[in-house]
Structures are given as structure tokens and as C-alpha cells.
């Protein structure tokens, strides 16, 4: 049965109910995606469930960036750095399609926070501790080589550039392409499913969950020999629910990103500069747009409804307004925004800025495995950790073991690509490909950098669908794509964790949503009501987008 179809739900929730799991997994983010492919490709038999799609939470709402960990060198975390660093290339060589080198540039200036020797040693020290390659070092530019780098940079008291390596990836695609793998290797994932409350068996210990289907509204059991909780900003409220008097972990810190057309924002190049208030953030273009972020702020509000609010908005256009004078941004060219929470693990007296993004493990009394923390480039290295410590339990209480870890070898799906099948030559024939459906423009790297290899199947099914426009035919290839081959329930889904264009191409979705919602009607035999309810649920999540709320809730 192919579990990675959503059409084939029932069936995967009856395996999820009836049989007994080595290794239970609450969350689909890239922390829990991450462990769910480790263990399944050690053998463990795995159990995936995320309360609403894969993605929700913070693994859709990053800076996208996987990271060398530049920042973290301010604060003198030299460990993290050289750790980070190398994680950035094993993820870059396991899928390189979807991890895309990204040059940035640090212009410093008259009174800025760095210097040019602080940014000449800075780099330098970076580079070797994150052992970047010899033809990716830093370069120190003059203040003309910058400005021929990016022409729209502020000229006023303008010095020069570090001009260094940094890779970017779309989070959620990230997670949603290691759920897939995890599937493909065994586990048995399922979005829409919420764990609710624990089960213990022997001597207290926890021996499963009782589990809620969210779209049918039912309850099962879930059993399983461990339970890993993955939840991110949920942490804490999990942990709880396994031990009530359990104290809190977490320091949640908001982080905002917008984004602007590239009419608008024509940036010819990936840019990491000050702010007045003295922070610094990234401008990234970002196929037919730019975003811009982040913000670093504590946040005590509602979990489940973070939002964007009209000052974190006006702060980044600002700082945007004051790096690239004459542009004169308004709140209207903001196509579209995302906020997320940085599940940081608290410790007495540091700021938001200040906290460690290191991850850690904890153990309840219960058994409940929970770990948090960390980074979307580190995900693979927290998974190995965490499976190593169930596989080590395994071991000593069951007498069982497992293989050993290979995710450093496990190519993500779209792959692969080496020297021998190489990505330039592949993007050259998808280019083509495009072309001759009439789609340009940004398109290749669209589908390049979501899908990989797997456009060829995408592109094997338009030339058979009935469509108006060329846009009209892809779209219903990739919903065909993300319903039986990506676990995608809805619309939302599609639009969001599946492409991307809820983030980056609002204004594309508008041409495309009503054919996309007549193909989720037929796939999923919707009646009238359900199609007008996905409808509406389509549009409430387009307005969210821009619907900046005057406080956090
Ligand atoms: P999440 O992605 O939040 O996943 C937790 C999941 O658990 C959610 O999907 C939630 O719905 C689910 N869940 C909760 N409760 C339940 C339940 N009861 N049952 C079932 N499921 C449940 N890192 C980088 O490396 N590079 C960056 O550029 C970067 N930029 C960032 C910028 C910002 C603004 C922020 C906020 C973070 C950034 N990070 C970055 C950090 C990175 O995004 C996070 O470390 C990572 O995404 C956390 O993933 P997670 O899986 O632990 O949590």
C-alpha cells in the first residue's frame, strides 16, 4: 500500500491503531521527519504524528538558511559553529538540488557593528571553522566591488563587504521530502493527527498514546516501546501532560519574515546587514521575490495563532527602507509574512538574542524522550542522537539491536545528483522541458529546487490534463503529485508546505486556485459543502498572510 497517498488515509490510520511500534514520534517538523527517517533506515518500526500538516509549526516560518552559524561567533560558540558547519555540507551532498549554495554579503560602515578587520577575522575564523571549501572562502570587497555586487545598497558612509558562503533551503520542503523518505524506509506518518494523552504500562513507564484523527474526529490507541516528543513551541505543554508538575523549558522567541516582489525589491544579491536598533538581517531573493528577516522578540502569547503584527512588519520595512534608500517600501508592497517561534531552551537572565541554539535532550520519569532546541541545518545530527539514546535503551532493557546510523549517505528524494548525474545538466534539460510548455522565468528553479528529479514525473502528466494556460497544467500535476505521493489533505497544504507559493507567490495563486480545488474535489470525492468549506479555509489562509494584527495575541 502506498502510504504516502493521502487518498489512502484509513488504511494508514488502521496501521497506526492496530500494531505496536518500536518508536512513536509526536511532531512533524524537521526534528521529529529527521528521527523518523534515522530510525526507520536502522530498522526500528516508526509511528509519525503531527496535529495538523507536516511542517506546521517553526519548520515552515525560518530564515531558510542552512547555516555556518556565523552568528553564533559573536557569542564565541565555537563548538556549534565547527558542528553546524559540517552538518551544512553533509545535508548540501544528500540534497543538493534543494540546498542551494547562497553568497551573502556584509557591507560594514562608518559607526556600523563591524569593522572591516572585525568582519575580515570574523569570516575568516568562520570559514575554517565550518571548513568551507577553498573556492567558497570569504572575499574582502572595496567599496565599489559592493556596490557592483549589489547596486541598491545605502551609499552613505559605505566601506566595504565581507562577501562569504551560506546555503539556503525551503524548511518545509525539507521536512516534508524527509517524511517521505522515512516512509519509503518504513515508517508509517501521518499529518492531521494530534497525540492527546500518554499511556503507561509497566512500572509507570509510557507504552503509547492515545491519539486523535483531527479531520474525522475519532480517537485510537497508538502503541509503541518509546515515545519521542519532537513538538518544537509545544514542548513544554507535552511534557506536561506526561508529568504535571513538569517545569518548563522553554524561552519562545518570535521571529517575522516579509516579502516583496521583485519588481519592488530587485536585489541582485543576498544581503546580511545592520539595523539601527543594532541587529542584523538577511534580505534573500528568492526566485520572483525577496523576504526579509528576522526579528528576535520573547513571546508569551497563544501558540497555535502567532502572528505577524503591524510593528514587526513597519520594523523590518524600516531597517529595509534604510539599507536600500530610494525604494521607499510601503506596507502595501508586502506580498506576504510569516511568523514562527524559536523553541530556545531557557536559561535565567539571557535575552532572546543572547539564548543558545544548541538543542538538548531531556528524560521524564516517565520515559517520555523529548528534545528541542536546536536548528533546521543541525536536524539530522539531533535525529542521530536521539536514535542513538532509543537504540542504546533498546539494547540494555529489550536485548534488541538495531543497525547503525546512515543517514549521511541516505540521498533525499529528487536526487541524486553527483558527477556523474550532474545538477547543471539536469537543470539544463528541465529548462527545456519547461520552455516547451510554455514556462519560463523562474520556473526552473521552482522546480528544481522543490522537487529535484521528481519534476520529471510532474512534467510527464500535463501534456494530458485539460488546462488554459500552461500554469493551469502544471498545477494540476503537482496537485496529483502532492495528494498521492505527498500526504497533502487539503488545499492549505498544497499551497503551503507542498509549493511554497503561499509564501513566495501569493499573487500566482489567485490564476491557479480554482482548478487546484476542482482536482482536490475530484481526488477526495467532495461533496459541495466540503469543496466550499476548502474554499473558504483557501482564502482565510491567503488574507493571513497579509493580515497584520496590531498586537500578539
Ligand atoms: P516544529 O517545526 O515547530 O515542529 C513541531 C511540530 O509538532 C509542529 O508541526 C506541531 O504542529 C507538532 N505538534 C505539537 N503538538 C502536537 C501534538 N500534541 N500531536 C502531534 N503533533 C504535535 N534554523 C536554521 O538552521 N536556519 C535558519 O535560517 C533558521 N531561521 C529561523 C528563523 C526563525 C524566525 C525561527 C523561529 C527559527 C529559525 N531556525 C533556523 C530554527 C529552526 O527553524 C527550528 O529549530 C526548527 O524548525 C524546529 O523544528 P521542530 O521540528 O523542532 O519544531
Redesign the pocket.
Known sequence: MNTRSALNREATLSKLGNETFDLAI???????AGIALDAASRGMKVAL????DF?????S???????GGLRYLKNLEIGLVREVGHERAVVHQIAPHMVIPQKMLLPFYKKGTFGPMATSIALWVYDRLAKVHDRDRRKMLSRQQTLDKEPLLKQDGLKGSGYYAEYRAD?ARLTIENIKSAVDHGAICLNY???EKFLYGANEKISGMICRDVLADETFELKATFVVN?????TD??RKKDDGSAHDKLFLSK?VHIVIAKEKLPLRQAVYFDVPDGRMIFAIPHHRATYI??TDTKYTGDIEHVKVTREDALYLLDATNNMFPGLDLKTEDIESSWA????LIYKGGKSAGELSRKDEIFISKHDLITI?G????GYRKMAQDVVDLVARRFEHDHQKTFREVKTKDIVLNGGPFNEQLKLEDYKKTLTERLKAAGLEGHWPDYMLENYGRQSDAILEKIPYYDRNTPEEALIRGEVWFAVIHELAQTPVDFFGHRTGRLFYDLPGIETVKNVALEDFETYFDWEEEELKNAALELDRAIQSMTDFGEKDL
Not at 516560518?61 to 542552512?66: D, E, N, R, V, W
Not at 514562527?340 to 523553541?343: C, F, S, V
Open positions: 509526536i511532531g512533524g517538523g524537521i526534528t521529529g504524528v503531527e496535529q495538523k511542517a506546521n509549526g517553526t519548520s516560518k525560518s530564515t531558510k538558511l542552512i547555516h524548511d493527527v494530534s497525540a519532537a513538538t518544537g513551541p509545544w505543554k507535552l521571529g528577516g528576522t514562527g517561534l524559536r523553541p528541542t536546536g536548528k533546521l541545518t
